[in-house]
């Protein structure tokens, strides 16, 4: 499910989902380069509430920043805050 949110990657990268699922997302991100089966931590931005997660990163599309095209990376959760749980269960039953 297409679904967008603003997300935080080890403090230090920012990104937007673009999908969505119980099992994982696909993030969009503008800088950043991950390689498959790195483990990575983060956040979901809610108002001012941290929905923590970890996860694995499962596959990379580099971008490009000539066409203004960010990178796509799909993450597989592996440790899901209650908070950010209930949020992809709500977002997914709409």
Request: with cysteine; charged share 20%.
């Amino acid at each position: 499910m297409s679904v967008r949110l603003p997300v935080s990657i080890e403090r230090t990268n920012a990104a937007l989902t673009a999908d969505l699922s119980n099992n994982g997302f696909c993030l969009e991100v503008p800088f950043a380069s991950f390689s498959p089966g790195k483990e990575i931590e983060g956040y979901v931005l809610l108002g001012e509430k941290e929905l923590t997660f970890r996860g694995k990163v499962a596959w990379f599309q580099p971008g490009n920043p000539m066409a203004s095209m960010w990178s796509r990376a799909g993450i597989t959760l592996t440790r899901v805050s209650p908070g950010l749980r209930a949020l992809i269960s709500m977002r997914l039953r709409r």
